[in-house]
């Protein structure tokens, strides 16, 4: 059996994860209503992918035999201006999944259980991958001199997230 603290954290996590795919399902919608085809694909995949984490969360809690309890979430943002923006926005959200994902693995080794600790593990791992390719895009846009405003850049940015691949 979990303790309170450790139920508690991850019944946060599943819902953190259903509002980062909701976050990735809007952005994806901003973009593709800006008429950035790659760009809407490339975060309708990162929506899908939240969901995913979602998932692994409620089986864990429910192989520990945990109610989830799924809450309502904030309607995510939507209005931006570029899609500088709209990337930015995105990585300053997996910084906040990262530290809460920091907090859940602390509490569970300060807590001594030693499970959960190595289930998130995995979350650490993927949050690392997350930053890292959020700072590559940050940087591609920077290499190309891009902030977002429409021209070959924007096109380029357009194109080259659609072909990325986590």
């Not at 799924?70 to 943002?77: A, D, K, N, Q």
């Not at 959200?93 to 001594?112: C, D, R, S």
């Not at 959020?134 to 997230?161: C, R, T, V, W």
Request: proline residues 3%; contains cysteine.
């Amino acid at each position: 059996m979990l303790k309170p603290e450790i139920a508690t954290l991850l019944n946060k996590q599943v819902n953190a994860e259903y509002y980062a795919s909701s976050v990735y399902l809007q952005l994806s919608a901003w973009c593709e209503n800006a008429g950035l085809e790659g760009a809407a694909l490339f975060f309708r995949g990162h929506s899908m992918e939240e969901r995913t984490h979602m998932d692994k969360i409620f089986d864990y809690m429910s192989e520990c035999s945990i109610p989830v309890k799924i809450g309502s979430i904030e309607e995510p943002p939507s209005e931006f201006d570029t899609l500088m923006d709209v990337i930015q926005a995105a990585y300053q959200h997996e910084l906040k999944v990262t530290e809460m994902i920091n907090h859940l693995a602390k509490t569970a080794f300060e807590l001594q259980d030693y499970t959960t600790f190595n289930f998130i593990e995995w979350f650490i791992a993927e949050q690392h991958e997350e930053e890292v390719l959020f700072g590559k895009i940050i940087s591609k846009a920077e290499m190309l001199g891009f902030n977002g405003q429409p021209g070959q850049q924007l096109h380029i940015m357009d194109n080259y997230l659609r072909f990325i691949k986590d």
